[in-house]
């Protein structure tokens, strides 16, 4: 077979530069530390600032740096990971320290979950919405919306506030009453959208992993979760199980 024609096509140039650059941030910057501005940088490696860039943004996209609102691009730590097995069959809680409920409301689903839910996306039928944050080291790393319908959690008083913090964490309680007879994962990679990437220090459209959990029980989908994840500080690992599927 004769050589392809991609196999003669020379190595970009800001491919090259990242590769430097990712050599210099293991051995002159520490974890967190702010990065020269561009004008520095690429007069430091004698390159355009249009290559630095697209530089930057590959180091970025693998989770090197980060891009900070009012900081700059700093050194990013070593990636969390996140296990997206589905080997733990448990229910998302309200005890778990890790994610923070924020807010909860009854609202319409988007059409997709509405079918996740074997609900009719025509009908408007309104469900629980629990918006949580996962937070490491301080740092928000992920939030949650939680779609939970009214069926699942008959009980809620009527006490219960209908909204806020503590709304959030009786929907989850009661949730966590139910038997989980099983669940099942999705993941994909997308972009944030404006309120995800106000909530997790990101730029709009930054890429983002995006989990998509189904909870079921009494023979019906429970709940569904739709988690968006920063992709430059998680990384996805996966049970010895062997539950992982391609989808094709």
């Not at 970009?12 to 941030?25: C, F, N, Q, R």
């Not at 702010?34 to 860039?53: Q, S």
């Not at 629980?128 to 069926?151: F, I, S, W």
Request: a negative charge; hydrophobic letters at 40%.
């Amino acid at each position: 077979m004769g050589t392809t024609q991609l196999e003669s096509v020379p190595e970009p140039k800001y491919w090259h530069l990242k590769t430097v650059i990712s050599e210099a941030l293991d051995t002159d910057f520490a974890v967190g530390e702010i990065l020269p501005n561009e004008r520095e940088l690429a007069a430091r490696f004698g390159v355009a600032r249009a290559t630095l860039r697209q530089a930057l943004e590959q180091l970025e996209l693998e989770g090197r740096l980060q891009r900070r609102r009012g900081v700059g691009t700093t050194v990013a730590p070593p990636r969390m990971g996140v296990d997206v097995s589905t080997t733990q069959q448990q229910w998302p809680g309200p005890g778990e320290e890790a994610w923070q409920p924020v807010e909860c409301a009854s609202a319409v689903p988007p059409a997709a979950v509405a079918r996740l839910l074997d609900l009719d996306p025509a009908a408007n039928e309104a469900v629980h919405t629990v918006r949580r944050l996962r937070v490491t080291h301080g740092q928000p790393v992920a939030a949650e919306q939680l779609y939970v319908p009214a069926a699942s959690v008959p009980d809620l008083t009527a006490i219960d506030a209908p909204s806020g913090p503590a709304h959030a964490r009786s929907v989850l309680r009661e949730l966590q009453r139910l038997t989980l007879e099983g669940q099942d994962r999705a993941v994909e990679l997308g972009s944030a959208r404006a309120d995800d990437a106000r909530e997790l220090d990101r730029l709009p459209g930054a890429p983002v992993l995006v989990v998509t959990t189904r909870y079921f029980s009494q023979g019906r989908t429970a709940a569904v979760s739709v988690a968006t994840y920063r992709a430059d500080t998680c990384r996805l690992t996966f049970g010895d199980a062997g539950d992982l599927q391609i989808a094709s």
